[in-house]
């Protein structure tokens, strides 16, 4: 691409550099944000084979009152966290890899592994990346669902790797099934994000747990349970255990969702010691997290109360916004997430833009063809606003 390329004719190739875009920022950040990020004939970014997602230049957009579309915890840090972050900057000064121990042994005490089955990153997407980079380096391919969270994935293409997804059944779940016949001798990795984003459902935890068993005899599982500590039900079960018993899976979870840590990057991975080594000979995890986000996570860690009345408050949020929205005829699709998926009956873009008017953040894709909205559950009030604002467009 000529670097004399004005915006209008990058448009009309479909080509743009997401670090020259004035996108939604959840859309325009992360790894390779300078690389150019494709765009269909309609203008819309293409997410996956089945998946698009329309966006709003974020330079001409109202200011968002109700930001509903990046599924952050509007109620953290909880306040142990941000005492945490009080009395730990003055030693800002110091590398934080004793304060990193205690952290690693908290959590490794809870999983029921070793501080060796564990690697901690500023936030879980930064240690999907890792794994992709270290993985895909020599090439490969990756099997996963379509749609689903593409941080691995778009990282793992850059670095060389052939993508094969599967597109999720009739119920948005995995096809598990069909994600094992997708493994073949190139296969280096099959990621699975559970609860699924960004359609927010959950595979049922027998149904992946015996095909992580078979299917991780041959390649390694990646697990992204980003959700999970945010899910209800007899399905929200973590697969951790099996990294406990031996097999090769990879289990990732975050301090962005549940602990509402999303601005203070913090994660962690559960995997085999072997696979730990493997992504450590190339890169270090835990050196990019400040020694005040260690502290702020020890304590969110151990902060029960402020996970359950977070878990408690999001299903409330979530209980009356799926109400209201299928009171207005709509359908949403059962989310065990922080976020809810359902199909709207006008154009994506212009869905966007009418909600924006209003002062409300959401977001919108292309999936099978048909135009659905994503939104995050906020406060209560938040949702209020947001249901208020979709009445406007039913």
């Given at each position: 691409m000529k670097k004399s390329l004005n915006r209008r004719s990058m448009l009309k190739t479909g080509l743009m550099s997401i670090g020259g875009m004035a996108l939604a920022p959840h859309i325009a950040k992360g790894a390779f944000e300078s690389a150019p990020f494709k765009l269909d004939a309609s203008n819309r970014l293409v997410y996956s084979p089945l998946a698009r997602e329309y966006f709003v230049d974020e330079n001409f957009a109202p200011e968002i009152v109700a930001k509903l579309t990046s599924n952050e915890n509007p109620y953290g840090p909880p306040a142990s966290a941000k005492q945490a972050v009080i009395d730990s900057v003055s030693g800002g000064n110091r590398y934080a890899w004793r304060e990193m121990a205690t952290l690693m042994d908290n959590i490794a005490e809870k999983e029921g592994v070793t501080t060796k089955h564990?690697?901690?990153?500023?936030?879980?997407?930064?240690?999907?990346?890792?794994?992709?980079?270290?993985?895909?380096?020599?090439?490969?391919?990756?099997v996963s669902a379509d749609p689903t969270y593409m941080s691995l994935i778009r990282v793992a293409e850059r670095v060389g790797a052939t993508w094969k997804p599967v597109p999720c059944t009739s119920d948005w779940s995995h096809d598990l099934d069909a994600m094992a016949a997708a493994v073949d001798a190139d296969t280096k990795l099959v990621y699975i994000c559970n609860p699924n984003n960004p359609v927010g459902t959950m595979t049922a935890a027998k149904d992946l747990e015996a095909f992580c068993k078979k299917v991780s005899k041959t390649v390694p599982i990646f697990i992204d349970e980003?959700?999970?500590?945010?899910?209800?039900?007899?399905?929200?079960?973590?697969?951790?255990?099996?990294?406990?018993?031996?097999?090769?899976?990879?289990?990732?979870?975050?301090?962005?969702?549940?602990?509402?840590?999303?601005?203070?990057?913090?994660?962690?991975?559960?995997?085999?010691?072997?696979?730990?080594?493997?992504?450590?000979?190339?890169?270090?995890?835990?050196?990019?997290?400040?020694?005040?986000?260690?502290?702020?996570?020890?304590?969110?860690?151990?902060?029960?109360?402020?996970?359950?009345?977070?878990?408690?408050?999001?299903?409330?949020a979530k209980k009356y916004t799926t109400a209201a929205v299928k009171a207005m005829g709509y359908d949403p699709i059962p989310s065990f997430t922080n976020f809810m998926m359902f199909e709207i009956n006008m154009n994506g873009k212009e869905f966007l833009g009418k909600m924006r008017d209003q002062g409300v953040g959401c977001r919108a894709f292309t999936i099978n063809d048909k135009d659905m909205c994503r939104v995050s559950m906020g406060t209560m009030d938040e949702m209020k606003m947001f249901v208020s604002a979709l009445k406007t467009l039913s």
């Open positions: 564990l690697m901690m990153g500023p936030g879980s997407s930064d240690l999907l990346e890792k794994v992709a980079i270290v993985r895909f380096m020599n090439g490969g391919n990756i980003a959700y999970m500590e945010l899910a209800y039900g007899p399905e929200a079960v973590s697969q951790s255990p099996l990294v406990k018993d031996g097999y090769n899976v990879i289990v990732c979870r975050t301090f962005s969702k549940i602990m509402g840590m999303a601005g203070l990057r913090i994660g962690f991975m559960i995997a085999q010691p072997e696979f730990i080594k493997e992504i450590s000979s190339v890169t270090r995890g835990g050196m990019g997290i400040s020694l005040t986000s260690i502290h702020a996570a020890t304590a969110a860690y151990g902060d029960d109360g402020f996970q359950e009345m977070t878990k408690t408050k999001n299903d409330a």
